[in-house]
């Protein structure tokens, strides 16, 4: 592995600095890299079936890209019945889970297809701008429109428009809405992290 010596020009009591490795794993598949130095939030997204029946998958890299209008993108393999699903149709929602659905959640991706919501023991709710349903058990939810999609070999990176975004009404009137929903990253294979709320920055007074 390749090391790099930093020095902080400029300090008259530089703090002392970690040594850098090259990260192991790379170049290769980012899904290799221990550890993974960007993790994803673990949603469930939901879309429909062409018979019309409804789909539900985990993933885990999915982010807000822009704000107004809000957008959200995030990555799947072409062949997964996600990606066909949304570029048929061009809707689907994103379910944000707590982490007390981990377990449950893990066990989706191994569920053989057709998945249906409630055949991995979810509740269907009717969403407010799109056909795919919304998630009963999760916490928050946001109904997106397809805007466009790029092609990285076998995956799809499938950019949203959001149109609606609902949450537990406990969750929108929390003093910290992030303690209630207690949503969880993932790390690496079988392992995830949890936001468990939020800590705030002590404002500075000016002198």
Not at 54 to 71: E, L, Q, R
Not at 112 to 137: M, Q, W, Y
Not at 153 to 165: D, F, N, S
Request: glycine share 6%; aromatic share 6%.
């Amino acid at each position: 592995m390749a090391e790099e010596n930093v020095k902080v020009k400029g300090e008259v009591n530089p703090t002392p600095m970690a040594r850098k490795i090259e990260l192991p794993g790379f170049p290769g598949s980012a899904t290799e890299w221990r550890p993974p130095p960007l993790v994803g939030q673990v949603v469930l997204v939901t879309t429909c079936n062409e018979d019309g029946t409804t789909n539900i998958a985990p993933k885990c890299w999915a982010s807000m890209v822009a704000s107004s209008p809000p957008h959200l993108a995030f990555n799947c393999n072409r062949k997964h019945w996600t990606a066909r699903n949304i570029l048929r149709s061009r809707e689907f929602v994103v379910n944000i889970p707590g982490v007390e659905l981990a377990e449950k959640v893990w066990r989706v991706g191994r569920l053989p297809h057709p998945r249906l919501v409630e055949d991995a023991g979810f509740t269907p709710l009717p969403a407010n701008r799109v056909k795919p349903p919304r998630i009963s058990e999760c916490r928050a939810h946001l109904e997106c429109t397809l805007v466009e999609h790029k092609d990285f070999g076998h995956e799809a990176w499938l950019l949203g428009r959001v149109l609606a975004a609902t949450a537990d009404a406990k969750v929108a009137r929390a003093t910290d809405p992030f303690a209630v929903i207690r949503s969880f990253v993932y790390l690496e294979p079988g392992t995830f992290g949890i936001i468990g709320g939020a800590n705030r920055i002590r404002s500075r007074r000016s002198s």
